[in-house]
């Protein structure tokens, strides 16, 4: 079959006087369906709405065939950094979809003590996996798992009336949504600089500390890979001046096994369940950003708790001293299932495989490629990894040409221009769960691109080639996006 045809966009398959749907005539009521109701007439249209009339057949194989030009970690490497794209077992979809396609949020208790002790084993797990106290698993993502974290953190100053502490130190290094975090939750957020290896500067930091600061949010491995050895130092001087340690936990994977955040000194942390513990992540969920704290915090986390009782029946809980509401009811259910059945599998001796292997597969790809591109922090890294772009600037192929080509390998780009401590950053994290023959593979490209963009680099600029969609002016449709079909005919 030619399926250029179905490439196309609906629109251009429209053909007068074709139709893929029949709705019932409004004065069929003799044939059971009751009366149908119009709409009333100030409601109505003027004029009929401009949609494609194709037949069902073309419909489906337009739908169906443009879906196999989606890119997943399920069709192709994505060694995207800082967003740890591992492969999910699909096993745990379907345990997923049996324990979940007959619940409702609103059920009794005593119904659903199957479901609840998901939660209350999942809680507990990730409290020893953190080095916690306990774990609250309503945030449905990483974002709103700081945001959380960041109210349990005033939601205890305010119960000491500690109000004067308005402060938020981020270091430069730190995840993207860390200032915007601490922002919605009223914050005035302070940055706290970089040294040259990548971690923070102790000094800078004790600069900024004072009765003012109520928390520092901290990432650990950082993101740029590097793993923060002050940890101790910087924990005894944010204490001493009663201020919180955070944890983002979105690069917990390199430590998974092998380090915990509460044994470091952090008081609060998140944990992002579609990164580490192998639930979807991407197109906008299903995500968790369960918030775990240590032992004293523990009546700050948001309501609705679920808790046992002493005779081991699990209920939901609602406390006073909670910092709030975050989600609707007990966060994403599926999620949950997913990652309990993800760190049973495994049980403790497989995670601990989890942080080394991830951590070796980004340094094996880092030390193959580090002759051709620019490795502004050398030594060894965690999980990812950050290349400033090739080595040889001269040839004018930038990391945003490198990304484009590599799609034409068959490859998802790895994170460009972020971390902003470089100017062609180029980020990236392979995870754990990618075979050696898939990393030469990727290594193997990439010096492809780096020997062409010596030799020819015209062609790496204007690649990709093969790519239904191939080189768009990404300046153009940022300022001037067209986003209907009356658009795209100009």
């Not at 981020?170 to 949504?177: E, I, Y």
């Amino acid at each position: 079959m030619n399926t250029q045809l179905y490439d196309k966009l609906i629109f251009e398959l429209s053909r007068p006087g074709c139709r893929g749907y029949a709705l019932p005539d409004e004065n069929r009521a003799d044939e059971g369906l009751g009366d149908i109701k119009t709409l009333p007439e100030q409601l109505l249209r003027e004029s009929e709405p401009e949609l494609p009339r194709v037949d069902e057949p073309t419909l489906v194989r337009h739908y169906t065939n443009s879906s196999t030009n989606n890119f997943g970690v399920d069709t192709g490497f994505y060694p995207l950094g800082s967003c740890t794209m591992k492969y999910n077992p699909k096993i745990n979809e379907e345990l997923a979809a049996g324990f979940a396609s007959e619940l409702h949020p609103l059920q009794p208790a005593d119904t659903v003590q199957g479901a609840l002790e998901v939660y209350w084993r999942l809680q507990k797990a990730l409290s020893t996996i953190g080095g916690m106290a306990e774990f609250t698993l309503n945030p449905h993502a990483g974002a709103q798992g700081e945001l959380t974290g960041l109210m349990v953190i005033k939601s205890y100053h305010n119960s000491r009336e500690d109000y004067g502490r308005t402060r938020i130190l981020v270091p430069d290094s730190a995840h993207g949504t860390n200032p915007a975090s601490a922002a919605c939750a009223g914050y005035e957020v302070v940055e706290v600089h970089s040294m040259p290896d990548g971690t923070v500067d102790v000094e800078d930091l004790k600069s900024k500390l004072d009765s003012s600061v109520a928390a520092l949010m901290m990432t650990n491995p950082n993101t740029v890979g590097m793993f923060e050895r002050n940890i101790p130092v910087i924990a005894e001087a944010v204490h001493a001046v009663g201020a919180l340690l955070y944890y983002d936990g979105a690069n917990l994977n390199p430590l998974l096994g092998v380090a915990r955040p509460g044994d470091m000194g952090f008081d609060v942390m998140h944990i992002n369940l579609h990164k580490t513990f192998a639930t979807p992540h991407g197109g906008g969920g299903p995500g968790a950003g369960p918030v775990g704290v240590r032992a004293g915090l523990e009546q700050f986390l948001p309501n609705p708790r679920v808790l046992q009782a002493p005779d081991g029946t699990l209920y939901v809980n609602e406390q006073d001293s909670a910092c709030g509401r975050v989600s609707a009811w007990l966060g994403n259910y599926t999620v949950f299932v997913k990652a309990l059945a993800y760190i049973y599998t495994l049980g403790a001796c497989g995670l601990r495989y989890v942080g080394p292997l991830a951590t070796l597969n980004a340094n094996y790809i880092m030390h193959s490629l580090c002759d051709l591109y620019e490795l502004p922090i050398p030594g060894p890294c965690k999980h990812e990894f950050v290349f400033d772009g090739l080595k040889d600037k001269s040839t004018g192929v930038t990391t945003l040409n490198i990304a484009k080509a590599l799609l034409d390998c068959g490859f998802h780009a790895p994170t460009i221009y972020f971390p902003l401590l470089f100017h062609e950053s180029l980020m990236i994290e392979p995870t754990e769960t990618e075979s050696r023959r898939t990393l030469d593979d990727f290594i193997s490209a990439m010096r492809d691109i780096a020997g062409r963009a010596a030799s020819e680099p015209d062609s790496v600029r204007t690649e990709p080639h093969h790519t239904p969609v191939r080189h768009p002016d990404d300046t153009e449709a940022a300022l001037h996006p067209r986003l209907t079909w009356s658009d795209l005919k100009c």
